[in-house]
């Protein structure tokens, strides 16, 4: 009997400068082809923050600083029978650019920098809310502080 397909954590960053939001186009399955957030697998004994940052920074090559938790999404895949094949939990963040300028690789086919209001058509589900979400985050975080 094959193993059950289990729920796989993952988290990604949505990494904000100028006014912007980093995205990648996926260059391996799930989502091959679409624009996503950069991030992947969480690893034994990684934080959520610990996972993201070095996710965005293995697949784009930027350095980035987690402001906090933006929201959770679940990815789950089925074949043409409806059989599930994949189960991802993505824990994504809102994050400040600190460094560096993304680049491409096998897990990014192209990277750019969108409003958060312009983001491009073939996205994965429910990136627009999370980015929404995290564009909120980094707002406040960027709002001065009362004395």
Do not use: Y
């Not at 799930?30 to 070095?54: D, F, H, K, M, Y």
């Not at 096998?106 to 750019?112: F, R, S």
Request: with cysteine.
């Amino acid at each position: 009997m094959p193993n059950p397909i289990r729920p796989v954590l993952a988290t990604s960053a949505a990494v904000f400068r100028d006014g912007q939001v980093l995205l990648a186009r996926r260059g391996r399955a799930p989502s091959l082809g679409l624009w996503t957030l950069p991030g992947g697998r969480v690893e034994p004994g990684e934080t959520l923050a610990q996972a993201a940052i070095r996710e965005v920074a293995e697949e784009v090559g930027v350095a980035c600083e987690i402001l906090g938790v933006a929201g959770a999404l679940d990815i789950i895949q089925r074949d043409s029978s409806g059989a599930l094949t994949a189960h991802f939990v993505v824990v994504s963040h809102a994050a400040r650019w600190v460094d560096g300028e993304p680049s491409v690789g096998p897990e990014a086919t192209e990277v750019g920098w969108f409003h958060p209001a312009a983001l491009p058509q073939e996205t994965t589900p429910g990136l627009a809310g999370i980015v929404e979400a995290a564009w909120l985050l980094a707002q406040a975080d960027d709002a001065p502080q009362a004395q």
